[in-house]
Every structure is written in structure tokens, then in C-alpha cells.
């Protein structure tokens, strides 16, 4: 099993920023995509930003609610993708899931590509107080 370790939710103030971090524990072949995603209050979850393993001078996808707000990074190096929340908003209020989807190893010096994965973190709350 793929295991995501996600970090850096937290209460801040409207117009603040907060950093979420979002590391796959797991030795893997490879990861593909990365991405995050959250779930308002009343609402259903949504798409807030991915990124290919180019990282990010690659080809991202943003919700349009979030551009020109939020970041997406990657650090590939250590299977890490990041979130750079800025200029936040009441709105912004949710728990958010990080996403990764790539290959389990095949063998256990994870020499060999496996099957596909796309598994999910626990979830980190961000709660913008305006």
C-alpha cells in the first residue's frame, strides 16, 4: 500500500498564506502525477491544483478559483509535492487531500515497474477565519 503523509494545515487569517506539504512515504517505481484536492464545508470535493513529474516547470492544472492565488510544486527527489497557499479566503476553508498516481514497484528492490496506484492522504484542514 502507497502511504501519503501530508502536513502544513493550520487556522489562518484572510490574506494570510500557509504551506501544505505532501510526502509518499512508500518506495515506488515511479509517481506521475501529483495533486490536491479539498473538500468545503457543504460542498463536494473538488480539484484545487495538479502537476505532472516534470514538476513544476510542467504542464499544471489550477481550479480557476484558486489561480493566480496558489502554487504547485514538486520535489521529486523526495516524492514531495507542495502547496503554496496565498492571499487566502474564507472560501479556501477546507480539508484538503493530496493525490498521487503512479507505479508500485514489482519486486521488492523495486527494480521492476508494477501495476498502476492512485491513492489518497489523510486529509489536512486549512480554516481561513476572515
Known amino acids: 500500500q502507497v502511504q501519503l503523509v501530508e502536513s502544513g494545515g493550520g487556522l489562518v487569517q484572510s490574506g494570510g498564506s500557509l504551506r501544505l506539504s505532501c510526502a509518499v512515504s512508500t518506495r515506488v517505481f515511479s509517481i506521475n502525477t501529483m495533486g490536491w484536492y479539498r473538500r468545503a464545508p457543504g460542498k463536494q470535493r473538488e480539484l484545487v491544483a495538479v502537476v505532472p513529474s516534470s514538476g513544476s516547470s510542467g504542464n499544471t492544472n489550477f481550479a480557476d478559483s484558486v489561480k493566480g492565488r496558489f502554487t504547485i510544486s514538486r520535489d521529486n527527489a523526495k516524492n514531495t509535492v507542495y502547496l503554496q497557499m496565498s492571499y487566502l479566503e474564507a472560501a479556501d476553508t477546507a480539508v484538503y487531500y493530496c493525490?498521487?498516481?503512479?507505479?508500485?514497484?514489482?519486486?521488492?528492490?523495486?527494480?521492476?515497474?508494477?501495476?498502476?496506484?492512485?491513492?489518497w492522504g489523510q486529509g489536512t484542514l486549512v480554516t481561513v477565519s476572515s
Open positions: 493525490n498521487a498516481i503512479g507505479y508500485y514497484c514489482a519486486d521488492l528492490g523495486c527494480y521492476l515497474k508494477g501495476g498502476l496506484f492512485n491513492t
